[in-house]
């Protein structure tokens, strides 16, 4: 009996789950993440988890980025290839994983 009431408990709680099916992560472009990042970015700034040069150096390396996306559009007329997005997914990777270091680094001080 002591089963049956757990495994009619069990299924109750995991239909809803296998009712919904997968979950899908939303498609961000390039743009958006960049938005996103900024945003991040100028948060912790005025939250005091960067200092002013650290946020002068993240924000170095965004016009860096745009410059190089302004580049890449002129060489392929107006438009980013599918090479130019997954460089730049890397770039910006590598902007949003400066911005954490920094920030968990002010933690840890703190």
Known sequence: MIRYTLAMLAAALLCPILLCGPVSAEK?????????????MEKAWKSGQLSLKEY???????IKFEDRI????ANNG?????DNIESLERDLNG??????K????KRVAD
């Open 28 to 40: 961000l472009t390039v743009t958006d993440r960049q938005q996103i990042l900024c945003a991040k």
């Open 56 to 62: 002068e150096k993240l924000q170095k390396s965004f």
């Open 70 to 73: 302004e580049r890449m559009k």
């Open 78 to 82: 107006g438009r980013l290839s599918y």
């Open 95 to 100: 902007i949003s994983v400066s911005l954490h």
């Open 102 to 105: 920094k920030q968990l680094a």
